[in-house]
């Protein structure tokens, strides 16, 4: 490709979304005129000498820092960061490299990748990116936590009955299955993003804000979780449906993936932090694809109103008349409460309404996508959102032995139609722990 190539093919998908101020098209240029194209083998030191006198012809002795994005096939991570920390480093300013998921398959090829990648680099220049760290609403969490009176106090057993973390969406792999069919879900979504937002959730107040003392609270949730078991996980696999018409396909009618795969497209987990906090309290945890919306949710239930006077009006599902608080991650951000009060009139009618803070009314400004806070924090040097390697370790431990159980019991995934409310066995899961699954009530 050549430089003017690659900025048609920029210039496609370049907005000035987040600041519109004047002289748009002015700025877009001068970026455009900074894009350059330069090809070479992921392995060839020489290749990355080329790139180096290249980059120092544009850098004109200047303080340069240069910050190299790894989305790349994971194989080939560590010829890269090898060829490009020997032979490509910034002479007189910072060099550090962003790191795709996945972080390898379990805590052996995790450890072995870190230990490569350290062969080469220093933690502090090693960026490991989960985009789901980037989103407004999970930064929002600690924030909503820490910066309020009425949260904190109730943040622990004492108030809290159950947590769910809830990842949907309503397409299959869709031609990437290739890729998927050797993860599947529980690595693809549980490991990582679900597994953050449970430790950013879950975590002590940290000391300062300072990324070190995030990632240290971090840790020591995952280090007190209790390791999975073959008994607190169901896992399915999508299969055909037709629908109005329009027949679905099946996980395995994928051409990318082998017709007798058993790789789980949804499961479910319950999981426990024995700490002092959060003793006995379940976070259930749920990932899917090709189910029957799309969405990305924290929902905390709480408990039920000790000698509750309305107890005879509610009747005896208490469950709905408990208060819940929802965190929408995607789509359409919100945060709201669900709370019961009177409706007007003169009988006693009860009502579970919601107070709401929906980001789209109350915020105008488009809200930054999640990659381009995490690169500029990584431009900045801004650790806290991105994930350390002792972290990485813990995150393995907990789900590694469950993963090999799986495999090497060869678990067939219970079936469910494309576009429903995924496998039945979930739901069973969650009533064991006497729970019921927020995102399929009446009132979301």
Known sequence: MT????????SKTLTCRIDKRENCAEKMDQFLKRCFYHSGQYDSPENFVELDKKLKQHEGGRVSNRLFYLSIPPNIFIDAVRCASSSASSGNGWTRVIVEKPFGRDSESSAALTK???????????????????KELVENLSVLRFSNLIFEPLWSRQYIRNVQLIFSEDFGTEGRGGYFDNYGIIRDIMQNHLLQILALFAMETPVS?????????????????????????VIGQYKSHTKGGITYPAYTDDKTVPKDSLTPTFAAAALFIDNARWDGVPFLMKAGKALHNKRAEIRVQFRHVPGNLYNRIIGTDLDLATNELVIRVQPDEAIYLKINNKVPGLGMRLDRSNLNLHYAARYSKEIPDAYERLLLDAIEGERRLFIRSDELEAAWALFTPLLKELEEKKTIPEYYPYGSRGPVGAHYLAARYNVRWGDLTVDQ
Not at 3 to 10: A, F, I, K, Q, Y
Not at 117 to 133: S, T
Not at 209 to 233: F, G
């Open 3 to 10: 430089d003017v190539e690659l900025r048609n093919m920029v």
């Open 116 to 134: 490569s990648l350290k062969q080469y680099l220093d933690e502090d220049q090693i960026f490991r990116i989960d985009h789901y760290l980037g």
């Open 209 to 233: 804000l300072d990324a070190e003392d995030i990632r240290n609270e971090k840790v020591k949730v995952l280090r007190s979780m209790r390791p999975l078991t073959l008994d607190d996980v």
